[in-house]
């Protein structure tokens, strides 16, 4: 049976440090950052609905009354990247989480904790689960670490962004539960990944009054194949990036290089296309140690450290056809216009 979540859950995230872990990074603010939040600062529609009544007055005349009622509406909305361009993406219904997080076969005890807050999760999924689905690519700059989660005690902006060596990552999504997550997002993800991270920290029962392997949905940008004006659903992709030079600005789509790389052109496959995507993940670099180690991120050693680029757990190529990693499903429509208007 299809679970369906609220659109915008209330429920926070408190800025707690990881019980039994000292993390020590830079925080900067975006002073004036030019970005709208996706929820609020968009253009209205307005609709003017007329409605007729007739009523009979004791039983001998009718009446005709019209009123007419005008109502605004807030479209939600939030950018992605497809063929190297910046693209508009409109949100027509709330998100689903299918299949059950119980039936992908993780720990019984976690996901039954876990559905106390969330149904989303990351890790398996079924593409197949709702009719009609394309893949949509979600870039997570793990380079980053724990600030991906938008919590400022773990290193992210006040806004919820991801920071990178003092420098702000102002993705198309910030964290869940942020001021500048998207609409239409869950606001916390489960996943066995999340509990091996925790694990690795020496963590064992949860942060943040949160269950174990339960933490905000990380901030991110999107990729998509194709674009089409018609609203249809989504079937959500988590990738890992690890190497910071091809992360791409948020609003020009541009990557710049900003640690050290053994290749040749160090940005080359920056990551507004699939195409680039389908390179990344089969591409090795230095930058990904040069960017990780020095960090200490406990994500890249979770995973054993990263010779690639990126990485999509679960997922062996990228194209239209590709598995899903997640649960989650979207639904929007893409349309070729500037979404920070």
Not at 41 to 56: A, E, F, K
Request: glycine letters at 8%; proline letters at 7%.
């Amino acid at each position: 049976m299809n679970q369906k979540i609220p659109r915008r859950s209330t429920l926070a995230v408190s800025n707690a440090v990881f019980a039994g872990t000292v993390v020590v990074l830079v925080i900067i603010a975006v002073a004036g950052f030019g970005l709208y939040t996706t929820s609020t600062r968009v253009s209205t529609t307005t609709s003017i609905v007329t409605q007729t009544l007739t009523t009979t007055l004791s039983g001998t005349a009718s009446s005709t009354f019209t009123t007419t009622v005008t109502s605004t509406v807030t479209p939600l909305k939030s950018a992605g990247f497809l063929n190297a361009s910046l693209v508009t993406f409109g949100y027509s219904s709330n998100y689903v989480c299918t299949p059950p997080m119980n039936s992908f076969g993780f720990n019984s005890t976690e996901t039954t904790n876990a559905a106390k807050f969330t149904g989303c999760e990351v890790g398996a999924g079924n593409s197949s689960a709702v009719t009609g689905a394309f893949p949509v690519f979600v870039l997570v700059p793990a380079y980053a670490g724990l600030s991906i989660f938008g919590v400022t005690s773990l290193g992210a902006s006040p806004q919820g962004y991801p920071v990178f060596n003092g420098t702000v990552i102002a993705t198309q999504c910030g964290a869940g539960g942020s001021a500048t997550s998207c609409p239409d997002h869950p606001t916390y993800l489960y996943s066995p990944d999340f509990t091996l991270v925790e694990k690795h920290l020496g963590i064992a029962n949860g942060v943040f009054g949160l269950p174990e392997g339960v933490l905000p949905t990380p901030a991110h940008d999107h990729v998509v194949g194709f674009n089409d004006s018609n609203s249809i659903p989504w079937d959500v992709i988590a990738v890992l990036v690890f190497d910071p030079n091809i992360m791409p600005n948020a609003v020009t789509g541009q990557c710049t290089q900003v640690v050290s790389s053994n290749l040749t052109d160090p940005t080359g496959n920056c990551l507004n296309s699939l195409s680039a995507l389908a390179s990344a993940v089969n591409t090795k670099t230095t930058a990904t140690a040069n960017a990780n180690m020095t960090q200490n991120d406990p994500i890249y050693d979770t995973f054993g450290g990263v010779s690639t680029q990126v990485l999509i757990p679960g997922v062996p190529m990228v194209s239209e056809n590709s598995p899903a990693n997640t649960n989650l499903f979207l639904y929007f429509n893409v349309v070729s216009t500037q979404p920070y208007s």
